[in-house]
C-alpha cells in the first residue's frame, strides 16, 4: 500500500476516521444515560406513591421489581457502549501508529490483526491469469476502499 499510493493511503483513512466516528457511541450513551435517570425518577415517583398511600404494598413491589430489571438492563447496554468506546479509542491509536509507518514507506514487520482487519475486506484464495488459465496460487487482497491487489505465490 505504501508504494506510490498516496491518493488510496488517504482514502482509506479518511474512510477509517468516518467508520471510526466516536459521536455515535457518545449519542448512545447519552442516550442510555437519559433513559436510566427516567427510569430512576419513576422509581422515586413510586417511593412517593406508597409513602402517600396512593398504591398499595404489592402494586409497589411489582412496579419496584420491574423498573430495577429495566434500570439494570440499561446499565449493562451502557457498559457494553462504555467497552466499545475504549476499544475504539485503542483502535484509533493503533490506526495512527499505521498511517506514520505508511506515510513513510516503511514495512510492518509483526502482523497486527486490527490493523489488518480495518484495511482488508476481504481475501481471495485462487483466481485467473492473464491468459485465461485458473491458478490456485493467486491470493487477491480487496481493501476498504474498493481498491484491490493480487499477489502470485508461486512464480
Known amino acids: 500500500m505504501c508504494n506510490n499510493n498516496k491518493d488510496v493511503l488517504e482514502e482509506f483513512l479518511q474512510r477509517m ?27 422515586n415517583k413510586l417511593v412517593d406513591m406508597i409513602l402517600e398511600n396512593i398504591i398499595d404494598k404489592d402494586t409497589h413491589e411489582d412496579k419496584y421489581n420491574s423498573l430495577m430489571q429495566e434500570i439494570n438492563e440499561k446499565v449493562q447496554t451502557r457498559e457494553k457502549s462504555l467497552s466499545n468506546l475504549e476499544e475504539e479509542k485503542d483502535i484509533k491509536k493503533r490506526l495512527l501508529a499505521f498511517k506514520k509507518v505508511l506515510e513513510q514507506n516503511e514495512v510492518i514487520d509483526t502482523f497486527d490483526r486490527y490493523v489488518f482487519e480495518s484495511v ?36
Not at 457518545?26 to 435517570?37: F, S, T, V
Not at 485467473?128 to 476502499?145: H, L, Q, S
Open 120 to 155: 482488508v475486506d476481504k481475501v481471495i484464495v485462487g483466481g485467473v491469469d492473464e491468459e485465461g488459465n485458473k491458478d490456485p496460487a493467486m491470493i487477491t487482497f480487496v481493501y476498504k476502499t474498493g481498491l484491490s491487489n493480487s499477489i502470485f505465490l508461486l512464480r
Open 17 to 43: 476516521e468516518e467508520a471510526l466516528s466516536s459521536n455515535t457511541i457518545h449519542k448512545e450513551i447519552a442516550k442510555i444515560e437519559k433513559e436510566i435517570q427516567g427510569l430512576e425518577n419513576k422509581k
